[in-house]
Structures are given as structure tokens and as C-alpha cells.
């Protein structure tokens, strides 16, 4: 069992920064892939980046490719998201989600866990 809760969600200017954090209560981190995924009013979930369990393997939406950055510390059971260069097209909900194993997906099918999510807010 894991639960997940995202933190850092704010109202930010566009072009500015924002830095998300995951944390994580429950055992095995380490052995988890760990993906952020985002919700904006009206649309889909979609795939934002997630982390392998060493943190050598990562993935991006070419959305985000360039601005984002995903990284993790498993001594502290924490992945992070941070985001740079904001536009307003990236205001949504973001969710953690994790899942075991190797494999680093995009679907969200295959993810577990879920946190309940951070309001990321961009003005123009």
C-alpha cells in the first residue's frame, strides 16, 4: 500500500517557476515508477513525465520537454517536478501516480496509486 500527496501548487505568473513535490508514505519506494500527469478544466488527464525507481530513467511529453524536470529522492520518498518557462496552457491539476516495476509508462492505466492532486494556476 502507498499513498501519495502532492504539494506546491500555486498561482505563478507566466514564464515563471513552480516546483512540485510528491511525497510518499508506505514501503518499497524504491522499487516504484513514479509519473506526475495533469488535468485541465474540461479536458483529459494527460501525461506529463515520470522516473524510473533509480532515477536514471525518465520520459516527457513533448509538451513539457525543455521546461520540466523530473527528479526523485528515495531517501526521502519524494519526486519532484520542477517547472520552468509556465504557460497558461499549463494550468491544471497535477497528480503523482505510482507504479512497480521497471517500466516507466505514459498510460495512466498502468499506474496504481494516485495522489489527489496540486492546483497549478498561470496568469497571463
Known amino acids: 500500500q502507498m499513498q501519495l500527496v502532492e504539494s506546491g501548487g500555486r498561482l505563478v505568473q507566466a514564464g515563471g517557476s513552480l516546483r512540485l513535490s510528491c511525497a510518499a508514505t508506505?514501503?518499497?519506494?524504491?522499487?516504484?515508477?513514479i509519473a506526475w500527469f495533469r488535468q485541465a478544466p474540461g479536458k483529459e488527464r494527460e501525461f506529463v513525465a515520470a522516473?524510473?525507481?533509480?532515477?536514471?530513467?525518465?520520459t516527457y511529453a513533448d509538451l513539457v520537454k525543455g521546461r520540466f524536470t523530473i527528479s526523485r529522492d528515495n531517501s526521502e520518498k519524494t519526486v519532484y517536478l520542477q517547472m520552468n518557462g509556465l504557460k497558461s496552457e499549463d494550468r491544471a491539476v497535477y497528480s503523482c501516480?505510482?507504479?512497480?516495476?521497471?517500466?516507466?509508462?505514459?498510460?495512466?492505466?498502468?499506474?496504481?496509486?494516485w495522489g489527489q492532486g496540486t492546483q497549478v494556476n498561470v496568469s497571463s
Open positions: 508506505g514501503r518499497a519506494f524504491d522499487t516504484y515508477t
Open positions: 501516480a505510482a507504479a512497480f516495476g521497471g517500466s516507466v509508462p505514459v498510460s495512466g492505466d498502468s499506474y496504481l496509486y
Open positions: 522516473i524510473g525507481w533509480s532515477g536514471r530513467i525518465t
